[in-house]
């Protein structure tokens, strides 16, 4: 018979919320985190199937604080503990991203872009931890003066529809202001069929969102026959963190640009063509506000 404990009764692939019913794992313990009296602290559990943990193990691989000032992060390394701090002022941006059951969160700092990997079951409890980190982020408000794009199905892939609800329903002042469908690269029959086969059909289609404080860019996966359909990303980047904006001819193709957006030390590169709606403008009022 197996030995039963709290904490692996409850195992599963869900990030819980440390509290009173689900308690900080044994390894981490020592570390004390709750008497800094975190904003919010989680833990990710391992990524192995029920069926093969056991009372015995540890169940958890990592532990997160947030505090005002920083993010700390406890993870297991076999028997023993390392221990990180991610201190908002070095964020240049977030980067969330999701692919069936894998997400993963990217943290772009001045020297290193720090990730957090965990099971999309619990996407809810990390977009909570993204909401509560942007609240100590800089922010200004900036009057980018860009017409609103009215969006449907009409107009805008159902994912994106769906994604741009769910932000609005979060602030109100999330506005869609630049679109780039999927692009076919090559339009001959011939070199469309072999780029199918090979997986490389399209660049992939982007949404810009903005409520005049930061800019959400949505991307979705390359639209081929693997996994990575179902890929996509919200990347949030704040208006006070972008050094520079431009919008170039593509390296590849000449029958494309490319608009670039750097913050101090990451670039962030988005493929677009005339079909675009809504791009050279949000380039000229982003270049305007940085000038």
């Not at 009173?20 to 391992?46: A, G, S, Y």
């Not at 890929?231 to 972008?242: N, Q, T």
């Amino acid at each position: 018979m197996i030995k039963r404990s709290k904490e692996y009764d409850a195992f599963g692939p869900w990030i819980y919320i440390i509290d009173e019913e689900h308690t900080m794992p044994p390894i981490f313990v020592d570390f004390h985190l709750e008497k800094d009296n975190p904003l919010l602290m989680i833990k990710i559990p391992r990524q192995i199937e029920r069926r093969n943990a056991n009372p015995d193990m540890h169940l958890y691989d990592s532990v997160i604080g947030i505090f005002d000032t920083y993010m700390h992060v406890l993870t297991r390394k076999e028997n023993s503990v390392t221990q990180s701090k991610v201190y908002f002022k070095d964020i240049q941006a977030i980067k969330k991203a999701t692919c069936l059951l894998n997400g993963e969160i990217f943290f772009y700092l001045k020297d290193e872009i720090y990730k957090i990997s965990y099971n999309t079951v619990s996407d809810d409890i990390m977009t909570k931890m993204i909401s509560l980190i942007k609240q100590y982020l800089v922010y200004e408000q900036k009057n980018l003066g860009l017409p609103v794009i009215y969006y449907n199905l009409d107009n805008v892939e159902f994912l994106y529809v769906n994604l741009i609800n769910s932000l609005r329903k979060e602030d109100k002042d999330m506005e869609l202001v630049a679109y780039q469908p999927n692009i076919i690269v090559e339009k001959h029959l011939f070199s469309r069929i072999i780029k199918f086969l090979l997986n490389k059909l399209y660049y992939k289609s982007t949404a810009f969102i903005t409520n005049n404080k930061e800019l959400i860019i949505i991307e979705k996966g390359a639209q081929t026959r693997d996994i990575d359909a179902y890929y996509f990303s919200h990347l949030y980047l704040s208006y006070k963190l972008i050094k520079s904006v431009e919008l170039i001819e593509h390296p590849n193709n000449e029958e494309l640009k490319m608009l670039k957006i750097k913050t101090l030390t990451h670039d962030f590169d988005y493929t677009c063509n005339e079909e675009n709606t809504g791009i050279d403008g949000l380039y000229s009022a982003v270049a305007k506000i940085l000038s």
